[in-house]
T-cell receptor, first 113, second 112 residues
Framework: DTAVSQTPKYLVTQMGNDKSIKCEQN?????MYWYKQDSKKFLKIMFS???????INETVPNRFSPKSPDKAHLNLHINSLELGDSAVYFC????????????FGPGTRLTVT | GNSVTQMEGPVTLSEEAFLTINCTYT??????LFWYVQYPGEGLQLLLK?????DKGSNKGFEATYRKETTSFHLEKGSVQVSDSAVYFC???????????FGSGTRLQVQP
């Protein structure tokens, strides 16, 4: 069984379009995250939700809007896509207690042309 | 703020060689420390963790010890295999923020 899943795995779109990436976890965790990995492999936190409540919102353009319909799902919607949004986006989840080790999805490679 | 510094790669080794990837950190309080591995085209997998000073995390022959006095968490393996070729990330979380702060990653290439 897949613990953290993301769809789609690949997303190719044109500048100016709006797109969404979906994430689901079946680990029973109550905290979920979005990370962005750039072309140099550098990973940075974008957002974090705990029990559907936004707890981390890094300096991300407000074209990016996360939505958590329940604690097992965290979606990422991106408006007016730009070339610089091309990256791999990873979803992750963790428990709210303990060491907070996070479990990652397979990633979504977004290419904006 | 928190930060993690890793040695730059790529690190190229022959099969059965000894591996060390250096990692040092800056953090307030008592962070938990992690190593993650990313195989080509895949997501990140948790390799090992340590939650307090002098803890040793280990998995699949890899080890790392949480050294508070030197703020380090170096990754070691006694005998690498071609299948260990991947990018390795050192990371930390603190109790307040929870989000992972990653190092820049170190690419390991193991040649037969």
């Amino acid at each position: 069984d897949t613990a953290v899943s993301q769809t789609p795995k690949y997303l190719v779109t044109q500048m100016g379009n709006d797109k969404s990436i979906k994430c689901e976890q079946n680990l029973g965790h109550d905290t979920m995250y979005w990370y962005k990995q750039d072309s140099k492999k550098f990973l940075k936190i974008m957002f974090s939700y705990n029990n559907k409540e936004l707890i981390i919102n890094e300096t991300v353009p407000n074209r990016f809007s996360p939505k958590s319909p329940d604690k097992a799902h965290l979606n990422l919607h991106i408006n007016s896509l730009e070339l610089g949004d091309s990256a791999v986006y990873f979803c992750a989840s963790s428990q709210a207690q303990g060491a907070y080790e996070q479990y990652f999805g397979p990633g979504t490679r977004l290419t904006v042309t | 703020g928190n930060s993690v510094t890793q040695m730059e790669g790529p690190v190229t080794l022959s099969e059965e060689a000894f591996l060390t990837i250096n990692c040092t950190y800056t953090a307030t309080g008592y962070p938990s420390l992690f190593w993650y591995v990313q195989y080509p085209g895949e997501g990140l997998q948790l390799l090992l963790k340590a939650t307090k000073a002098d803890d040793k995390g280990s998995n699949k022959g890899f080890e790392a010890t949480y050294r508070k006095e030197t703020t380090s968490f170096h990754l070691e393996k006694g005998s690498v295999q071609v299948s260990d070729s991947a990018v390795y990330f050192c990371a930390l979380t603190d109790t307040g923020r929870r989000a992972l702060t990653f190092g820049s990653g170190t690419r390991l290439q193991v040649q037969p």
